[in-house]
């Protein structure tokens, strides 16, 4: 066993203690040896002269065991992915009850035991969890997870790990001189690389190697183009492409790797295997050969000098760039494109590119000394920005600005050298340090009303600091402002969580209070409560009066009067008096027929309505009505008219009226 001291440490000790389990479990990636583990556990415990660490080899049981040997009556192998039902698990119950033919234990090996099925388990749990003194059993894994917890608990467990490329290189290595196969350098890293950490696929391509080799000695042009890498002469191209800016070479070699048939995803991956080389050269320095085993010592030569002409800086951002397009090229249709745009990308930071940004530094910087002249102290910036100040008078309002500047103003004849630089003290803010400005608002005391009217720059503020603490503080709302400690409003419970959270650097509350003193000058404290319904905001103490005329806008529309148009107006009454919204009249009628129904009193009943039939019958005399015509809308009255349908003579007329609407306020027409 190689690279798994993890597992044969302890198990040695065990066996060296004669504290043996009575079931194991090994679990780990397929071909790092669980199974010839397994093999050797049971050799092992059944050795004439164990349970040992150390089988003897000469016995019965370890010659049964051993590489050439037959097998042993008493140790069984089971492949679980084919006899992995309740049948089987009832079958291996049965044999375990039985006492082994010739060595001291009864092993049950259970390979792939993850794909046993639950039931199976189910089965197996009474005899695993109470076996006889003579049966051990070792259950080996890729899946762990899918071995039923029941069964997991009742076992040893003992992880097996891929095996690392410098124990696997040095074990490939032996191997090939016990075997007295000559081996081209810089086979056996590819060898091992291709392998990945798993001994018997390491093991399975040396051997493919060794078998279509010629001369007994495998070459390294044959390897690579059987393992599919990309050879060493290609990359030290490319790389030497990239150093030079050639960009002729660099797209030459990419055309040559499509033209061979390679993959052009395992080209960028085997791109990004030397850069990263190139890097540990350039960080290490001569101590990169610890680093990079199996590495020819002439190869590792030149690589010194690819990592000098690029650099670590360059090298990384390099290496940036091959890991995106290893990413772009998953599932990509089209390799060969996402490739030449790598390495477009790839010339595009060439160490010209690279370096133009950093001429300009000390221009930019030029101007520094220059702006800090004319401003030697704080007092005579103040000035330079007003142009205004020249003027003998203007020293007193100049000083009722900028309280916090107690300094005189300059004289007279002082602001014409002083003016003149001001607006270039502004444009290299940049490059020299300046103290924090003062408040954009005027001084004083401030208020509620203060603060309201400078809230939406406060928020302009805010979202320059942070966009996130903007998008929380815009749903606040200022209720009260008293000794410094301010009252915000919230529209829901969330928002106040949000505003009182705190993170690594500042929250919003310490963004916002940021905020307010680079523009009230204030530095305050919060009071943060969830308000649903806001209603008016309460006036300031140094609001002015509502009935203040000045201040007071125009009347709001829901207060004003409703005016009905001319049209839609009512018309007076013959009298001349309003006549009411309500009221209903009827026109008199000159002569009414004798078959006009007689008009009911209001207190009466109306009569029943007749039925279908009594209005079909032959033997009603009344003559058919007609239905009344409706007038224009902007008729006032109506007319009542009649047609000749026969009805009954106690039923009342259909009469059309007029009213006012509730809905549109105008004089609409309704059947009652």
């Known amino acids: 066993m190689i690279g798994q001291a993890q597992v044969t440490d302890p198990l040695m000790t065990a066996l060296r203690g004669d504290r043996v389990g009575h079931a194991y479990l090994f679990s780990g990636p397929r071909g790092c040896g669980k199974t010839t583990s397994a093999r050797i556990l049971a050799r092992c415990l059944n050795c004439a002269a164990g349970p040992t660490d150390t089988p003897c080899g000469t016995c019965d049981s370890c010659v049964e065991l051993g590489r050439g040997g037959g097998g042993s009556l008493d140790v069984v192998e089971i492949d679980a992915a084919s006899h ?107 060898v091992v690389r291709a392998g990945g950490g798993s001994p018997r696929d390491t093991l399975s391509l040396l051997d493919q190697l060794i078998a279509g080799s010629e001369d007994e000695k495998v070459r390294y042009a044959r390897a690579v183009s059987l393992l599919g890498y990309t050879h060493a002469e290609l990359l030290d191209e490319v790389v030497d492409a990239f150093g030079d800016g050639d960009a002729a070479a660099a797209f030459g070699a990419v055309d040559r790797v499509v033209q061979t048939g390679q993959d052009p995803r395992r080209f960028v991956d085997d791109l990004l295997e030397r850069l990263r080389d190139l890097i540990v050269i350039a960080a290490t320095g001569p101590g ?73 530094a000390p221009s930019s910087a030029a101007p520094a000394p220059t702006a800090a002249a004319p401003a030697p102290t704080p007092a005579q910036a103040a000035p330079a920005q007003t142009p205004a100040a020249p003027a003998p008078t203007a020293p007193a309002p100049v000083v009722e600005r900028v309280p916090r500047d107690e300094t005189p103003a300059p004289a007279p004849a002082a602001p014409a050298p002083v003016v003149e630089p001001a607006p270039r003290a ?55 402002f008293a000794d410094d400690v301010l009252t915000l409003a919230f529209q829901s419970q969330s928002d106040v969580a949000k505003f009182k959270q705190l993170t690594a650097g500042a929250g919003p509350s310490e963004d916002l209070r940021r905020a307010i003193q680079a523009v009230l000058g204030v530095r305050v404290k919060y009071i943060a409560r969830h308000d649903v319904d806001p209603g008016p905001p309460p006036p300031g103490p140094d609001a002015p009066p509502d009935d203040d005329p000045t201040t007071r806008g125009p009347p709001s529309p829901r207060r004003r ?64 009505r007609r239905r009344p015509v409706r007038s224009p809308r902007s008729l006032p009255r109506t007319t009542e008219r009649y047609s000749p349908r026969a009805r009954s003579p106690r039923q009342p007329s259909t009469t059309a009226m007029t009213t006012t609407c509730r809905m549109c306020r105008s004089i609409c027409r309704f059947r009652r």
Not at 90 to 119: N, S
Not at 434 to 459: F, N
Not at 578 to 586: A, V
């Open 288 to 360: 990169a050969s610890a680093v990079l085993r199996g590495v020819p010592a002439d190869e590792l030569e030149r690589m010194s000098r690819q990592a000098a002409v690029f650099g670590s800086d360059r090298l990384s951002r390099t290496a940036d760039l091959v890991i995106g397009t290893l990413d772009e090229m998953t599932g990509a249709t089209s390799p060969r494109l996402q490739l030449e745009l790598m390495v477009a990308r790839v010339l595009a930071a060439s160490p010209v590119g690279a370096s133009s940004p950093a001429a300009p």
């Open 84 to 190: 992995n039902g309740v049948d089987d698990a009832r079958d291996l119950r049965e044999r375990a009850i039985f006492a082994p033919a010739r060595d001291r234990f009864k092993i049950f090996i259970l390979d792939e035991a993850h794909m046993v099925t639950p039931q199976g388990f189910n089965a197996l749990l009474k005899l695993v969890e109470e076996p006889p003194d003579h049966v051990k059993f070792i259950f080996a894994t890729t899946e762990p997870e899918k071995v039923i917890g029941t069964i997991r608990s009742r076992t040893h467990h003992y992880p097996f790990r891929l095996v690392p490329p410098a124990a696997m290189l040095e074990y490939v290595q032996s191997l090939c001189e016990a075997e007295g196969v000559a081996v081209e350098a810089g086979v056996l890293p590819l």
């Open 426 to 480: 502004d444009t290299p803010a940049g490059a020299v340090p300046t103290p924090e400005p003062p408040p954009s608002v005027s001084t004083g005391p401030v208020t509620l009303h203060r603060v309201r009217d400078a809230w939406p720059e406060i928020l302009g503020q805010l979202e320059q600091i942070s966009r996130t603490s903007w998008l929380i503080a815009s749903n606040a709302r200022v209720l009260a």
């Open 561 to 624: 009067p409703r005016e009905r148009s001319a049209a839609r107006r009512r018309p007076p009454s013959r009298n001349g008096r309003s006549r009411p919204s309500r009221q209903i009249r009827r026109r008199p009628t000159a002569a009414a027929p004798r078959w006009a129904p007689r008009p009911q009193p209001s207190g009466e009943a109306q009569p029943r309505a007749p039925s279908r039939r009594s209005r079909s019958s032959p033997s009603t005399t009344s003559p058919r």
